[in-house]
């Protein structure tokens, strides 16, 4: 049988060896329970101290305080090893990796409707027109009656109408304006001429969406009202616009057009950019599209406005803003500006 002092070597030993293979903080805690702790194996070894002969317990004695000494210097030397290991580690985790790309900066930029708006509306003011707004919903009094459209007037079929549900007694029917026509009739009552106004904003239709037709949409609408103008202002004023939104490279064509609040009417056209003309989808065959309507104010509202129709006449127009957009960017298809993908948006 191993003496006492041979088996404490050994133990001393098997201590060391499995130390140094001890990997984390939560092993070398067990490793301590189990060879220093109160029931560990060195208390097992050192009970046997009493049975000896006092000189060999002194001697054996002093040899098990050595060897609990040593552990104990290996053991705090093993902890400060595995901490600084552990902290090695938390910081490489936790460190900023300067070579990882940035994350993008998204710029914001103007919706290309509200891009050419903006030119329109800076086109007409280079020719003394202010801008004046209104609202979007509208009684069916200012979108329809006061433009001579009355009840069951099949020019009413023009402009598919949504209707808001709201009704009291002695109010008239309230909409969603299908045009920004209201507002000539709006401005005329509070002012007198000379009137040179163009007013923007949404519009809104209950109308079947193509590749040239929106539910809602943006119009700006021109008014002038003077003594002495004539068809050529309007035709001079549009054909101006027309030049500094399109160039001169573009064709521009009048064509008659009934309004029942303008006498006479007309449209104006511009050749298709997808085509040049031949006819396309986006232009429905016809190799032209139609970007506004117009026309001479009819004297019936300057009259019912207070104003005396021997002396004033005006002419008035309704833009298409998105219309414009197309013909002006290439854009096939009016419903790509409402669908907020901004795989389209951000080429403007
Ligand atoms: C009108 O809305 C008249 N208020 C225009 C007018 C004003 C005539 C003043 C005479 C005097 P129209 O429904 O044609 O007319 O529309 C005018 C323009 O708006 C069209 O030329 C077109 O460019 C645009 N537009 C009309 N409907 C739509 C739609 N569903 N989607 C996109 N643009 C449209």
Known sequence: MPSLAETLRELEEEARTALASVADLEALDSWRTTYLGRRGRLREVTRGLASLAPEERRQVGALANRVLEELEAAFG????????????????????DVSLPGRPLLRGRLHPVTQTLRDVLAAFAALGFQVVEGPEVEWDYYNFEALLIPKDHPARDLWATLWIDYRR????????????????????????????????????????????????LTQVEVLAVDEGISMADLKGTLAEVARRLFGTERRVRFRCEYYPFVEPGMDVLIDCFQCRGEGCRTCG????????????????????????????????????????????????????????????????
């Open 285 to 348: 065959q016809s190799g032209w599209i139609e970007i506004l309507g117009s026309g001479m104010v009819h004297p019936r509202i300057l009259a019912n406005v207070g104003y005396d129709p021997e002396r004033y006449t005006g002419f008035a127009a309704g833009l298409g803003i998105e219309r414009i957009a197309m013909l002006r960017y290439g854009i096939d298809d009016i419903r790509l500006f409402y669908q907020n993908d901004l795989r389209f948006l951000e080429q403007f």
């Open 169 to 216: 007694d002695g109010e008239m029917p309230m909409l969603l304006r299908t045009h920004t026509s209201p507002n000539q009739v709006r401005y005329m009552e509070k002012h007198r001429p000379p009137i040179r106004i163009v007013s923007p904003g949404r519009c809104y239709r209950y109308e079947a969406t193509d590749p040239t037709h929106e539910w809602m």
């Open 77 to 96: 030397e093993r902890r400060r090893q595995l901490e600084q290991e552990a902290l090695a580690r938390k910081l490489a985790e936790a460190a900023l």
